[in-house]
């Protein structure tokens, strides 16, 4: 076997490589929700962190662009097929990038302030008007009762985070 040297990754790489595994998404409604909702995700997670000068913000750029790279795989598990997609492709992976894509959705708790960042972010922008506007442009007709119990879990945990805000 040979020996392949290992990926650098930069906030422009992770954006490249994330676009181009999106265009491998059948269907321009789904196409364009993903990556809408990564553009989303990763502004609000920069904004958030803005002014926190403990947060490494490529890391958390690189993670928000590439945190959903799994969908092309599989909707269960996507975080973990992400985190395989970018070991095959032979890019380095930090304990940050990592947690922020292994943490963003409902399952676990990230450890570092990055996913904490990060999984606010993926919450928050489904509050996002255009985000809302493609998934329901997306699901229209087709809306079965576990997406619309996901939208609505997904809501509920933007608000919550928003009510942490405000204290």
Not at 21 to 49: C, M, N, P, W
Not at 57 to 80: C, K, N
Not at 85 to 100: G, H, S, T, V
Not at 119 to 141: C, H, T, W, Y
């Amino acid at each position: 076997m040979k020996f392949m040297d290992k990926k650098t990754l930069t906030p422009q790489k992770a954006k490249e490589f994330a676009l181009e595994i999106f265009s491998q998404i059948e269907g321009e409604a789904d196409r364009e929700f993903r990556i809408f909702h990564v553009k989303a995700v990763t502004k609000t997670a920069l904004a958030l962190s803005e002014g926190d000068g403990s947060v490494d913000r490529e890391v958390l750029e690189m993670a928000g662009w590439l945190h959903d790279i799994g969908y092309v795989e599989s909707e269960q598990d996507h975080a973990e097929k992400g985190i395989g997609i970018l070991e095959k492709e032979n890019f380095i992976l930090n304990d940050k990038i990592a947690d922020c894509i292994l943490h963003h959705g409902l399952k676990g708790k990230p450890r570092t302030k990055e996913g904490k960042y990060l999984q606010m972010a993926d919450k928050i922008s489904f509050i996002n008007p255009g985000v809302l506007e493609i998934f329901m442009k997306r699901n229209r007709g087709k809306m079965k009762k576990e997406e619309m119990d996901f939208l609505e879990k997904m809501l509920e945990e933007a608000m919550g985070y928003l009510r942490e805000f405000d204290r």
